[in-house]
């Protein structure tokens, strides 16, 4: 069994900055890619970073500069540093992951979501 949990969330003051942590445990055999999609009420899910297993990382643009995601392959775990946090930057963050199990498939793994809240 597997299991993704984020944390890091909280009410931060725009221009502020939170760290969000991503960690993945159980019959781990790889871990691929791990992204960061985020999601306010009545709007689809946005994806926000990933980084690959090499490193490679892809952000959206409304986050390029502000946003750096990282992850620990020891760890099973990704991160999420977000620096000059604006109020649209507001919504529930989510971690997603494809784990190799050890049942030697692959399946699609989501995070509870943890929320992001920028107010002054």
């Known amino acids: 069994q597997v299991q993704v949990v984020e944390s890091g969330g909280g009410l931060v003051q725009p221009g502020g900055s939170l760290r969000l942590s991503c960690a993945a445990s159980?019959?781990?055999?790889?871990?691929?890619?791990m992204k960061w999609y985020r999601q306010v009420p009545g709007r689809q899910r946005e994806l926000v970073a990933s980084?690959?297993?090499?490193?490679?990382?892809n952000y959206a643009e409304s986050v390029k500069g502000r946003f750096v995601v990282s992850r620990d392959n020891a760890k099973n775990a990704a991160y999420l540093q977000m620096d000059s946090l604006k109020f649209e930057d507001t919504a529930v963050y989510y971690c997603?992951?494809?784990?190799?199990?050890?049942?030697?498939?692959?399946?699609?793994?989501w995070g509870q979501g943890t929320q992001v809240t920028v107010s002054s």
């Open positions: 997603h992951c494809n784990i190799r199990t050890s049942t030697m498939r692959v399946y699609e793994y």
């Open positions: 159980g019959s781990i055999l790889n871990l691929y890619d």
């Open positions: 980084i690959s297993t090499d490193g490679a990382t």
